[in-house]
C-alpha cells in the first residue's frame, strides 16, 4: 500500500468553529509533514513529525495544532482560523533517514479548505 | 536561509516540442528531488539525484544534477499531452525537510 489517505477532501468552514483534518499512512513511514499550498505555488513546510514526536515547525499560528496518536495517523486541529488560512492542505510521509537529509515523500490528495 | 530557485515560471508549448526547467540553489544540496503536480492533484514524486553530475533517464525525461550539487534540470523530449501539469525541484536544506521551487507550470497545444 504507498497511499497516503486525507479527510476530508474539502472542508468549509467559519472563523469561530473548531475542525480537524485527518491523514493516515500504512506504509510503515515514521516522518510525516503537513504542507499548506495556496494556488500556483509550492508546497509550504509547516509541521514534521518524526517517530511520533514533533521535529520541525515553521513558526505555524498556534490555531493550528499539530497531533500524531501514532505511526500511522497525523492530525492537524484547526481553530479560530483566518480567511486568508483558505489553502490545500497536503499530508505527506517519507521514511526517515540521516540527518540533513530527506527520502522521496509521498503525498495524500489534500483537504480543500474555506474559511469564511 | 536556504532558496531554491526555479525558471521559468510557465511553459507554453506545441505538443511535440521539448520542455526544459532549471533549478537553482544558494547553497550545496545533498540531494535534489522533483515531484510532478498534475492540475487539482497533489504532488507526485519522480526522481530523486544524489550524485555530482548525475543523470538519470526516465523514458523522455531526463534528470540532470550540476556537478556542484547547485543546480538541477528537467528535460522533457517530444512533449504530449499527458506532460501537463506543474513540475517542482525540492532540496533537502537539512534538518530532515524539504525546500520546493516556485514551479514551473507546463501547458501543451495539441
Known amino acids: 500500500d504507498t497511499e497516503v489517505t486525507q479527510t476530508p477532501k474539502h472542508l468549509v468552514m467559519g472563523m469561530t468553529n473548531k475542525k480537524s483534518l485527518k491523514c493516515e499512512q500504512h506504509m510503515g513511514h515514521r516522518a510525516m509533514y503537513w504542507y499548506k499550498q495556496k494556488a500556483k505555488k509550492p508546497p509550504e513546510l509547516m509541521f514534521v513529525?518524526?517517530?511520533?514526536?514533533?521535529?520541525i515547525n515553521e513558526s505555524v499560528p498556534s490555531r493550528f495544532s499539530p497531533e500524531c496518536p501514532n505511526s500511522s495517523l497525523l492530525n492537524l486541529h484547526l481553530h479560530a482560523l483566518q480567511p486568508e488560512d483558505s489553502a490545500l492542505y497536503l499530508c505527506?510521509?517519507?521514511?526517515?533517514?540521516?540527518?540533513?537529509?530527506?527520502?522521496?515523500?509521498?503525498f495524500g490528495p489534500g483537504t480543500r479548505l474555506t474559511v469564511l | 536561509g536556504q532558496q531554491v530557485m526555479q525558471i521559468p515560471q510557465y511553459q507554453h508549448v506545441q505538443e511535440g516540442e521539448d520542455f526544459t526547467t532549471y533549478c537553482n540553489s544558494s547553497?550545496?544540496?545533498?540531494?535534489i528531488q522533483w515531484y510532478k503536480q498534475r492540475p487539482g492533484g497533489h504532488p507526485v514524486f519522480l526522481i530523486q539525484l544524489v550524485k555530482s553530475g548525475e543523470v538519470k533517464k526516465q523514458k523522455r525525461l531526463t534528470f540532470q544534477f550540476g556537478e556542484a550539487k547547485k543546480n538541477s534540470s528537467l528535460h522533457i523530449t517530444a512533449t504530449q499531452t499527458t506532460d501537463v501539469g506543474t513540475y517542482f525541484c525540492a532540496g533537502p536544506p537539512g534538518g530532515n525537510k524539504l525546500v520546493f521551487g516556485a514551479g514551473t507550470i507546463l501547458r501543451v497545444k495539441s
Open positions: 513529525y518524526s517517530y511520533e514526536k514533533l521535529s
Open positions: 505527506a510521509s517519507s521514511q526517515v533517514i540521516k540527518s540533513g537529509s530527506v527520502n522521496e515523500q509521498f
Open positions: 547553497t550545496t544540496l545533498s540531494n
